[in-house]
């Protein structure tokens, strides 16, 4: 009965070891599969971080030198405007009769009939 009990124990125990040793294999396996899981997770988010990181940046450098380019054109602008205000004046002017004979006794040395221009020196201030 001594030796009945005992192999019978043993047996037991053999089988509980081995179902221990099953269910320690399984968790391993679990916890192998749960890091290669974790490890592609990481890899597809660091990839996915990655992508936005350079595609924000593209867009600040793109936005950048937009702000610049139109800093640039209003400021020509400006001038544009400058010199469209100037060109009207002399669009003006040109249509002022008074304005176009002195002009013309200016920088052409016209006269009026039994009229005398005189050029002066001119005269330097040092």
Do not use: H, W
């Not at 037991?12 to 399984?26: A, C, G, P």
């Not at 010199?83 to 040395?109: C, G, V």
């Amino acid at each position: 009965m001594v030796t009945d009990r005992t192999s019978r124990v043993r047996e037991m125990d053999k089988s509980y070891i081995q179902q221990r040793e099953q269910e320690l294999e399984m968790a391993a396996r679990k916890r192998r599969g749960l890091f290669r899981r974790l490890t592609v997770l990481a890899i597809f988010v660091v990839a996915l971080g990655s992508i936005a990181c350079v595609s924000i940046y593209t867009q600040a450098s793109s936005l950048e030198g937009k702000r610049q380019e139109q800093a640039a054109l209003e400021e020509e602008l400006k001038k544009l405007q400058l010199e469209e205000a100037r060109l009207r004046e002399d669009i003006k002017n040109y249509n002022d009769l008074d304005y176009i004979a002195e002009i013309a006794r200016r920088d052409y040395y016209l006269t009026k009939p039994g009229e005398t221009l005189f050029k002066l020196p001119e005269s330097s201030s040092n």
